[in-house]
């Protein structure tokens, strides 16, 4: 019904920068959130932003002041803007919505996922 693909990973460099994109499609009467999780090898899924319809942001403490979430709600699509990248910033990053399908249905969706690795 609805598809989340998320792009824009790679490999960085500690203090550079990293752009992911993700990209909502299908089946959207309306998106109440969109957010990105991380998860490292070993550890547990975890939410680095989130941003809901109304604009309103949230960033978990180890980001704060380095990451920037942004949405554009005409598009169906959010990013996440990652500066001064740390070697604990390696991750698998995925992309997650809340999505409104068909009222008043709310679904939770997931993307694939996207590889960060930040080394020298």
């Known amino acids: 019904q609805v598809q989340l693909v998320e792009s824009g990973g790679g490999l960085v460099q500690p203090g550079g920068s990293l752009r992911l994109s993700c990209a909502a499609s299908?089946?959207?009467?309306?998106?109440?959130?969109m957010g990105w999780y991380r998860q490292a090898p070993g550890k547990q899924r975890e939410l680095v932003a989130g941003?809901?319809?109304?604009?309103?942001?949230n960033y978990a403490d180890s980001v704060k002041g380095r990451f920037t979430i942004s949405r554009d709600n005409a598009k169906n699509m959010v990013y996440l803007h990652m500066n001064s990248l740390k070697p604990e910033d390696t991750a698998v990053y995925y992309c997650?919505?809340?999505?409104?399908?068909?009222?008043?249905?709310?679904?939770?969706?997931w993307g694939q996922g996207t590889q960060v690795t930040v080394s020298s």
């Open positions: 941003i809901i319809s109304g604009g309103s942001t």
């Open positions: 299908g089946s959207i009467f309306s998106i109440k959130a």
């Open positions: 997650n919505a809340l999505v409104v399908v068909n009222p008043p249905v709310l679904g939770d969706y």
